[in-house]
């Protein structure tokens, strides 16, 4: 008992006074350094530090006596709160004991790590110095002094942020963990929790993915390759980036000859060696709605979010850290009936993966920008592995957001509304003729003045003389030419951008005579398209889309909160206008009439074919959404005397497929709708 009650009090000797405040004195110091916080004023600082060291140190709760486990897998959450998923990422962990870890592996581990990890005591206060000075020689973070032990707590307790505060926890924990658990077991609870990329945590996993062996069958620079994984997973792995995991890796090997573990000549036959990786088949697909959450709050090429993945962390890997890792609770915008829906909806016009086009269904709320359904068919998402037979049932691209392999498609005649919209701003009204003659040059179009621009209508129909109302009924072409000739390409091309089409990379492009922007021509997302329609849903009030509406972390601590953002971009007169003339396409005499006539509800819309039958559209809106249906080959090919679903197509157009696909999915709803008011 008294040798037990003199553990208890060394252990204790950081709370006792005198020490308490040495420890907390020489820690904010450094750790301040090591975050930057010197950078700024030192009457700022000192405030911060004062403040940060009472409410964060000293009023800090012990660590927990039980650690949650090292990862817990994030879920998410419909709109009314229904867990409809969780996010692993195809994460692979399988543990192993620490008495199988071969000591190359930690030799490695702690190489390139931290090689004082058994001599301090959970806390490498001559690191921290040394990270703290080249960052304040530095201005801002450019190393880290964390001990293995730190990042432990750091992976099983704390947010990856990198603030004062939180590091200030993970330091005061450290010490703690130190205290609580031995070296090899705080060693072997960070081999077998550390993420090593491609979906892999754990050092006994990794072996096996990426070489196919047990951890004890690893060479020198195998074992080097997976440690010098640990800093950048994302991309130091030998599938993300084989020259900067070998370079890793040599880094690597040279530590562990400076450390001793190794010798000169091991060292230079480790670097000599080539990098091999032996993976064997994955998993095809994952569901594509599961995909796009994951990579919203983590992937910086899509900025449908950019605050709520700054919440989450600064880089790549804090972010898929705290995703895979962190037991977030990630709340969507999801309507789970709209999205059940909205996949069969798809999957009953698209019916084989290997032979029909890719079909896509998005549905916004346009009152507030909720992203409510987000529909991929009849392909899942994913990659197949090289070693697969056969065409591979999955897509590796995202049609419908910016950023994820996809450069837009031509909407067709689903952009003639914008030009519309246009006119009646200018003060056009809905009784405004042209005469329409089919292949006629049109005089101020072209760049050529010699030959001008000469636009075909569908089926080659001589309109006539016709008005706005009857030109968006038939959809016709050289009408809708003429009009934004007269309306001036530069404002259709700002009235597109003003209605939330902004990433076209050709749309700077349209101006003065190019005026077959008025047929579609320009490069265009569905999520993009759903927000410029919803515009005149909304009485002119354009909502930004989102996806995210909070995260909660394994706490339940709110760390990010979705603010909508909506702002009026065109006049009301105009949006009611607008909603008037995409009524007359889906009635008798238009492109679509099926959907008025099915539909009992109040429904407009908009067809959309290009003119070689590559990309076909249907933009839809009732007064609570606002949808795309669009359909199209993953690699841009005539839609022509084809087969699809079953039925056999000479063409296919707007109405032909994705009207169908829309005009299924609002009656299904409808029917839903009215079985629960029963």
Known sequence: MAGEAARVNASSWWVQAPYRLLLIAVITILVALLVGLMAIPVAVATNELVGAVDEQVVDRPPLPEQLPAAAQLSTVLDAEGHRIGELTGHERREPVDFEEVPQLVI???LAVEDAAFYEHNGVDHRAIARAAVRNFSAGGIEQGGSTITQQYVKMVLLDPSQTLERKMHEVIWAVQLEEQLSKDEILGGYLNAVYLGDGVYGFGTAAEHYFSKSLDELTVAEAALLAGAIQAPSTTNPVADPEAATTRRNTVIRLMQRHGHITPEEADEAIASEVEVDIGEREVGEPFSED???????????????????????????????????????????????QEQASQSLAERLTDPDTDPLGALITLDHRSGALEALALGPHAFGQCPPDHEGPCPAIQTNPLVPGLGGSGRQPGSALKPFVAATALELGASHDHTYDTPSGEPIEGCGWDEDEPYAPRNFDDDDGGEIDLVEAMRRSNNVYFVKLARDAGVENVVETIRRHGVVTSSNLASFAG????????????????????????ANDGIRCDPYLIERVLDRFGEVIYEHESSCEPVVE?????????????????GGTAPFVGREIAGDVWGKTGTTNNFVDAWFMGSTPQHT?????????????????????????VTGGAIPGRIFTDYVLALEERQRAALD
């Open 513 to 536: 005579p190019d005026c077959s922007i008025a047929l579609g021509s320009p490069d265009v997302f569905p999520i993009e398209m759903v927000v410029g329609y919803g515009v005149w």
């Open 572 to 588: 009301r007169r105009v949006a009611r206008d607008m909603r008037g003339l995409l009524r007359a396409g889906v009635q008798e």
């Open 627 to 651: 949808t795309a249906a669009w359909v199209g080959f993953e690699q841009p090919r005539r839609m022509e005397d084809i087969t699809i679903g079953g039925e056999h197509y000479e063409r």
């Open 107 to 109: 030799d490695a581990v």
């Open 292 to 338: 796009l959450i994951k990579r919203v709050l983590y992937d910086q090429r899509i900025t449908l979010q950019p605050d709520a993945q700054a919440a989450l962390g600064d880089s790549v890997e804090e972010r898929i850290s705290a995703i895979f890792e962190g037991g977030l609770q990630i709340y969507t915008t999801l309507d789970s009936d709209l």
